[in-house]
Structures are given as C-alpha cells and as structure tokens.
C-alpha cells in the first residue's frame, strides 16, 4: 500500500470540492479555482470534509498513480488555499528586473531587455530591481514560469552571475590561473 496516497486529505473550511464524471476535479477556494483531469481508473470519494484516494488493483500502473493523485489533489487544495511562491535573485552588474503591467523586464546584459507576459493565474512581483517573486495557486504553473525566468540568464559557475532560486546554492569553480614556466 502506497504510504502516501492511502493518507486522507482533510479540505480546510471556505474550499469547495466538486467531482464530475470521468474524475474531473474542480477546487474553488480564496486563492482561486483550480480544474484537473485525474486518471480515470483511480477511485476518488469526498465524503464530508475529506477526500480519499484508492487504487482498484494492485498492478504496477495503478500502484504508481495512487500516491501521484493523491499528491496532485493535496497541491491543489493547498494552492487554493495558501498558494505557492517562488523567490528569484539576479546577481550580476547591470543586471535587474522591472515590472510594466503584466510584462516582465529583465535587462541581463544582452543587446536587448528581454520581455516576459505574465501567464494567466500568475503574479509576479519586483520589490527590488534585483530580486522577482513568482506567485500563483497552481503550483507546476508557477514552478514552470519561475524555470523560465531562471533559463534566461542561468547562474555561471566563475563569477556567480545570473538569475537563481533565493535558495539555491551555486558551486563556484576557480578560474584560470597564469601558466608555469
């Protein structure tokens, strides 16, 4: 038995759960609404103020999507209710974010700024030129911008330059060193 997906998932009061035929999932809460089509042979009950997952066989398949549906369905009930953030930092010289409505700015040392639209669901934010806030309920959504603002200018290993989660950890390398005689 899968030790994550036979966990029940408690909905928080103010998020509305509604499953459709053919598990069709739609979450309403304070941070939006989220709609996800779920494997069809998983078996999902919202019985009360929970939701539980179950597998109808043991094969390898369904073994591998009961704790994946059970993880999708916690990430959505958690992204409607609290959201997800991303943090992003830019080190560099001369390297900086702007906000222009719904598009992004970054001027990374190219012959050119490049621009970015915000995608649907998603809010980012520019508190200071140097540092990008990636907000949204989805969580893949908001990974997946925020790994796109990040492949723009990634972070090089000599000097640390670039765009890099305000949580990564870069390995810096040292550089060359003058030749022996």
Same mark, same amino acid.
């Given at each position: 038995?899968?030790?994550?997906?036979?966990?029940?998932?408690?909905? $928080?009061?103010?998020?509305?759960?509604?499953?459709?035929?053919?598990?069709? %999932?739609?979450?309403?809460?304070?941070?939006?609404? !989220?709609? +996800?089509? %779920?494997? *069809?042979?998983?078996?999902? +009950?919202?019985?009360?103020?929970?939701?539980?997952?179950?597998? $109808?066989? &043991?094969?390898?398949?369904?073994? #591998? %999507?009961?704790? /994946?549906?059970?993880?999708?369905?916690?990430?959505?009930?958690?992204?409607?209710?609290?959201?997800?953030?991303?943090? /992003?930092?830019?080190?560099?010289?001369?390297?900086? =974010?702007?906000?222009?409505? @719904? *598009? !992004? !700015? !970054?001027?990374?040392?190219?012959?050119?700024?490049?621009?970015?639209?915000?995608?649907?669901?998603?809010?980012? &934010?520019? $508190? #200071?030129?140097? *540092?990008?806030?990636?907000?949204?309920?989805?969580?893949? =959504?908001?990974?997946?911008?925020?790994? +796109?603002?990040?492949?723009?200018?990634?972070?090089?290993?000599? @000097?640390?330059?670039?765009?890099?989660?305000?949580?990564?950890?870069?390995?810096? +390398? &040292?550089? @060359?060193?003058? #030749?022996?005689?």
């Amino acid at each position: 038995m899968s030790r994550i997906g036979k966990m029940p998932i408690t909905i $928080p009061k103010g998020v509305d759960v509604k499953l459709d035929d053919g598990n069709t %999932l739609t979450i309403k809460g304070n941070m939006g609404t !989220l709609v +996800k089509q %779920l494997h *069809k042979d998983m078996l999902i +009950k919202v019985e009360d103020n929970t939701i539980f997952v179950q597998r $109808p066989s &043991e094969q390898k398949q369904h073994r #591998a %999507l009961h704790g /994946l549906t059970r993880s999708l369905i916690s990430n959505m009930v958690m992204g409607v209710t609290e959201g997800y953030v991303k943090n /992003l930092e830019i080190n560099g010289v001369g390297y900086r =974010a702007q906000k222009q409505g @719904k *598009k !992004l !700015l !970054l001027t990374l040392g190219y012959s050119h700024p490049v621009e970015m639209e915000d995608p649907d669901g998603i809010t980012v &934010e520019v $508190p #200071a030129p140097n *540092k990008i806030i990636v907000k949204g309920s989805d969580k893949q =959504a908001v990974g997946q911008y925020a790994a +796109k603002i990040r492949e723009k200018r990634m972070p090089e290993v000599y @000097k640390g330059k670039g765009i890099k989660y305000d949580t990564e950890i870069i390995r810096r +390398k &040292e550089g @060359k060193t003058g #030749a022996k005689k």
